[in-house]
C-alpha cells in the first residue's frame, strides 16, 4: 500500500489531454513537502518529468505540466502522443516515513 | 551530464547479505549539494527509498525504517562509488534496486537521474 494514491490505470486518444492526481495526507503533501513527477517507459528506469511541483526539466516537452494543492497534486499531459504511454508515478517526502512514492498509473494511448 | 552505472549479483541466497555499487561519473560522492540514494521497485511494494547518504563537511546517513536494522550504505571516495548492503534477506527483498541522486540536500529532493536497476532475486 503505497503513502501517496494514484489511480490504477487510465487512457486517453492521441491529441487528448489527460490527469494523473496523486493525493497524499498531513504528513506528507499536506505539511507542503513538495511534489515530483517521474515517467517510466516500459523496461527502463523512471525518469524525471516535473520537479518542484511543476517546474519542467531541460528536454521535457512543454505537453507536460503539473499543479499541486493542499493534499493533491495533479500532472496534466496536453496533446497526447503514442510516445507517453507509460507508467507515471508521483514522489514527496514523509514525516513519518522518508522519501514517498505513489503507486503508479498505468497510462494507455488508445 | 551525471551518469550512474550499477553492478552486483543478482541471485542471492535467502538469510545472506545484498551487495550492490553504484559507479558515478560527472558528479562526486562527496558533493556537499546532492545525496546518492537507492531505491527498490517491486510489484508487491512498488518504489520505496532505502536509504541515502551525503555529505555536509562530514558524512551522513538515513534509513528508511522498514530496512533500518538491516541495511548500510557506504560511500566510497577513493572509486567516487557508494555501495548497499542489505543483511539478512528473505523473498521479500526480491525487486529491482536502482541507485539516484537525489538533486537537492533537503526533503524536498527529487530524483535524478536514476541508474539503470539491478534485478535481485533472493532465492535457494
Known amino acids: 500500500q503505497s503513502v501517496l494514491t494514484q489511480p490504477p490505470s487510465l487512457s486517453g486518444a492521441p491529441g487528448q489531454r489527460v490527469t494523473i492526481s496523486c493525493s497524499g495526507t498531513?504528513?506528507?503533501?499536506?505539511?507542503?513537502?513538495?511534489v515530483h513527477w517521474y515517467q517510466q517507459l516500459p523496461g527502463t528506469a523512471p525518469k524525471l518529468v516535473i520537479y518542484?511541483?511543476?517546474e519542467r526539466p531541460s528536454g521535457v516537452p512543454q505537453r507536460f505540466s503539473a499543479s499541486r494543492s493542499g493534499t493533491s497534486a495533479t500532472l496534466a499531459i496536453t496533446g497526447l502522443q503514442p510516445e507517453d504511454e507509460a507508467d507515471y508515478y508521483c514522489?514527496?517526502?514523509?514525516?513519518?516515513?522518508?522519501?514517498?512514492f505513489g503507486g503508479g498509473t498505468k497510462l494507455t494511448v488508445l | 551530464q551525471v551518469q550512474l552505472q550499477q553492478s552486483g549479483p543478482g541471485l542471492v541466497k535467502p538469510s545472506q547479505t545484498l551487495s550492490l555499487t553504484c559507479v558515478i561519473s560527472?558528479?562526486?560522492?562527496?558533493?556537499?549539494?546532492?545525496?546518492w540514494n537507492w531505491v527498490r521497485q517491486s510489484p508487491s511494494r512498488g518504489l520505496e527509498w532505502l536509504g541515502r547518504?551525503?555529505?555536509?563537511?562530514?558524512?551522513?546517513?538515513d534509513y528508511a525504517q522498514s530496512v533500518k536494522s538491516r541495511i548500510t550504505i557506504d560511500p566510497d571516495t577513493s572509486k567516487n562509488q557508494f555501495s548497499l548492503q542489505l543483511n539478512s534477506v528473505t523473498p521479500e527483498d526480491t525487486a529491482l534496486y536502482y541507485c539516484?541522486?537525489?538533486?537537492?540536500?533537503?526533503?524536498?529532493?527529487?530524483?535524478?537521474?536514476w541508474g539503470r536497476g539491478t534485478l535481485v532475486t533472493v532465492s535457494s
Open positions: 560527472g558528479d562526486s560522492v562527496s558533493s556537499n549539494s546532492v545525496a
Open positions: 539516484v541522486r537525489g538533486a537537492q540536500p533537503g526533503t524536498g529532493s527529487w530524483f535524478d537521474p
Open positions: 498531513s504528513s506528507n503533501m499536506g505539511t507542503g513537502y513538495d
Open positions: 547518504t551525503y555529505h555536509r563537511s562530514k558524512w551522513y546517513t
Open positions: 514522489q514527496s517526502y514523509d514525516t513519518m516515513n522518508g522519501w514517498v
Open positions: 518542484s511541483n511543476n
